[in-house]
């Protein structure tokens, strides 16, 4: 019963936000009579490789290989007063190192959605969707008999209504007192292990509470972008009520770098503190340069 009454209240406020959308578009586009478009799409895909191999060699080492995809896709609507951004980012690694099995070490989907309609100049009431994944079985490595991750296993869909802050075009700061998520572990042996915070035998958690997001997008120097995007969430439902304190933090800042029209270095580091996954702040770090291509 608990569950069912947050997972309604999400869904009542995805369809309000699309039903918002698409009148505010309509409303729009009635009232516009240049046949130009609002679009405007962007596209960035990097491979990067890197291989070590050594042959008799003094000082020793191991014989290894390492390969990144990434592709960052991005699409924005905007009119009158209404705008809407989105974003898909993915990422796939592998690496294999001597005799030992083919291994990934990065694996994400990542898509982003925000729309919202101008109050003033710098001021939006705002809807922001975000929704994160994997794309294949993660395991406690070197243990590979352990699985720890998989599809959906976690997903996580968040769905928050507010107002949007933009005190500069590359500054986004976004609050939001309705802020529903929703936890999905569609594996049956993660769900019975009652892994990242859903109960045991459950394939789905509901949470509800605060949530602020903050987005800074800027060419610091030419050829040089840094991004960074921080979110911040309270679980305001918690049946813990000692959880209820603790906040969620998302922290992600990515520099890339571009040598020359087709290679680019690029730069990320992730900090996340989720306590109900895992009672200890993760990090993890990307260096590389390779391929890339941009529009």
Known sequence: ??????????????????????????????????????????????????????????????????????????????????????????????????????????????????????????????????????????????????????????????LSLGVDYKPWEFLSLFFSPASGRLIFVLDDDLSNQGAFGVKEGENMAAEFGFLANFMFKKEIFEDLLVESRLTLFNNLVDEDKNNRKNTEVDWETSINIKINRYITASFLFHILYDHDTIKKTQTRQLLGIGLSYRI
Do not use: C
Request: hydrophobic letters at 40%.
């Open 1 to 158: 019963m608990f569950k069912m009454r947050y997972f309604t209240t999400i869904i009542l406020m995805v369809s309000v936000s699309m039903a918002t959308s698409i009148t505010l578009l309509a409303e729009e586009n009635e009232n516009d009579t240049i046949p130009e478009s609002p679009w405007q799409f962007s596209l960035f895909a990097s491979q990067q490789l890197n291989q070590v191999s050594f042959n008799n060699w003094a000082q020793g080492g191991e014989n290894s290989l390492a390969s990144t995809t990434v592709l960052n896709l991005g699409a924005t609507h905007k009119k009158g007063n209404f705008e809407w951004e989105n974003l898909l980012n993915m990422s796939y690694g592998i690496l294999k190192i001597e005799d030992t099995p083919l291994r990934k070490n990065e694996d994400r989907i990542f898509l982003l959605s925000k729309g919202g309609r101008e109050v003033t100049k710098n001021l939006s009431t705002s809807f922001l969707l975000d929704f994160r994944t994997q794309f294949t079985e993660g395991f406690k490595y070197p243990n590979d008999s352990v699985l720890v991750s998989n599809f959906m296993a976690p997903g996580n869909l968040r």
